[in-house]
């Protein structure tokens, strides 16, 4: 996909590309940290039709809804090559035993031998997150392991 990058002299930068649909989807990065969404024309790019002004965490929380289900399959697929490698993700509910606890708590590589490599919050991926990230409910927790590994897995974040 080809990304058209336009300097906006005193204000920041817009990238955007050109979609099947015959529109043009972007971004415009503020020098100030905030963003917009727009849409414009496939023949000028300055005609936009929409434009959505987002905050920082808006923008991160969409950039991890695009990005979270794309790096879930991107794991799978890599492991799917290696033989006895699986990926799986489980929920950490609220108010389960690891709400609020944090990751090193869980032991996991230890006692299963299977990693958590990433988790998921409300859209945001935390990739490689260290021993002290604090859980919360709602977290999706991404792991790679065996397939007794990620048995076991279950049983210790379910129970």
Do not use: W
Request: hydrophobic share 40%.
């Amino acid at each position: 996909m080809n990304v058209e990058v336009t300097p906006l002299p005193g204000i920041g930068t817009r990238q955007d590309f050109m979609i099947r649909a015959g529109r043009r989807i972007g971004v415009i990065t503020y020098r100030d940290g905030k963003f917009e969404l727009i849409v414009s024309s496939k023949d000028d790019p300055d005609n936009c039709s929409a434009s959505i002004p987002l905050s920082p965490t808006e923008a991160n929380t969409l950039a991890g809804l695009l990005g979270a289900p794309q790096l879930v399959a991107h794991l799978e697929a890599q492991h799917r090559e290696v033989a006895g490698i699986s990926t799986k993700q489980f929920p950490i509910a609220p108010g389960s035993g690891f709400d609020g606890r944090p990751l090193g708590d869980t032991e996991l590589r230890t006692r299963t031998g299977a990693s958590i490599v990433a988790v998921v919050r409300a859209g945001a991926v935390h990739p490689s997150p260290r021993p002290d990230f604090t859980f919360a409910g709602g977290d999706l927790v991404v792991v790679v392991g065996t397939t007794d590994g990620l048995a076991k897995t279950a049983d210790i974040l379910d129970g």
